[in-house]
């Protein structure tokens, strides 16, 4: 049974940088034949794509995020990881750990709200 | 502004049927059967319901059903029930987008 649970802080200062991760149980992040990535939610609006990561392959940034973020994978932990540099109050969302299966998520993290604020 | 167009909201009865479109362009949702449709409830993540246009995940409830025709795909919900009430988003490849899956911007399901 694949599990996607995110964590990290619930508050980030302005012009901070957000670290969330990512830990995947029930199957291998680099083994599999999937993406992997993150989606956010900012409140009361739609589903935004972050980032794509195939573990034989590339990533695929958001055109209008990709000077800011970073993703990497703990192979030994079974972990994502993402980092939004220099966040603003545009970036207060729940972030989603996703699986993509083809073009479609076919598994979803909880979510984790993450506000900035100082 | 989303890639996808879906309608703000919609509603119906309980026992009724409701559709939702999603309205692409041929790099998207008419050039591909690659739509997929989500449910979101409050404070929850999104569930997938379709994918491939028609095609439902196991354990997903037969009274949803999804099509396509030209640009636009549709979402319908038969035999309404309170439990439906939710936000649905479509999905779609999209060979004109770096990541290569676009989302519609949500339609909020209200059962009267």
């Known amino acids: 049974q694949l599990q996607l649970q995110e964590s990290g802080p619930g508050l980030v200062k302005p012009s901070e940088t957000l670290s969330l991760t990512c830990s995947v149980s029930?199957?291998?992040?680099?083994?599999?034949?999937?993406?992997w990535g993150w989606i956010r939610q900012p409140p009361g609006q739609g589903l935004d794509w972050i980032v794509n990561?195939?573990?034989?392959?590339?990533?695929y940034y958001n055109p209008s995020l990709k000077s800011r973020v970073t993703m990497s994978v703990d192979t030994a932990k079974n972990q994502l990881s993402l980092g939004l540099t220099s966040v603003t109050a545009a970036d207060t969302a729940v972030y989603f750990c996703?699986?993509?299966?083809?073009?479609?998520?076919?598994?979803w993290g909880q979510g984790i709200l993450v506000t900035v604020s100082s | 502004q989303s890639a996808l167009t879906q309608p703000a909201s919609v509603s119906g009865s309980p026992g009724q049927s409701i559709t939702v479109s999603c309205t692409g362009t041929?790099?998207?949702?008419?050039?591909?059967?690659?739509v997929s449709w989500y449910q979101q409830h409050p404070g929850k993540a999104p569930k997938l319901m379709i994918f491939?246009?028609?095609n439902r995940p196991s354990g997903v409830s037969n009274r949803f059903s999804g099509s396509k025709s030209g640009n636009t795909a549709s979402l319908t919900i038969s035999g309404l029930q309170a439990e439906d009430e939710a936000d649905y988003y479509c999905?779609?490849?999209?060979?004109?987008?770096?990541?290569?899956?676009?989302f519609g911007g949500g339609t909020k399901l209200t059962v009267l």
């Open positions: 996703v699986r993509r299966n083809d073009f479609w998520v076919d598994h």
């Open positions: 029930g199957v291998s992040i680099t083994r599999s034949s999937y993406y």
């Open positions: 990561f195939y573990p034989r392959g590339t990533n």
């Open positions: 041929s790099s998207d949702v008419g050039g591909h059967n690659s």
């Open positions: 491939e246009v028609s």
């Open positions: 999905s779609s490849y999209s060979s004109s987008d770096t990541l290569g899956v676009v």
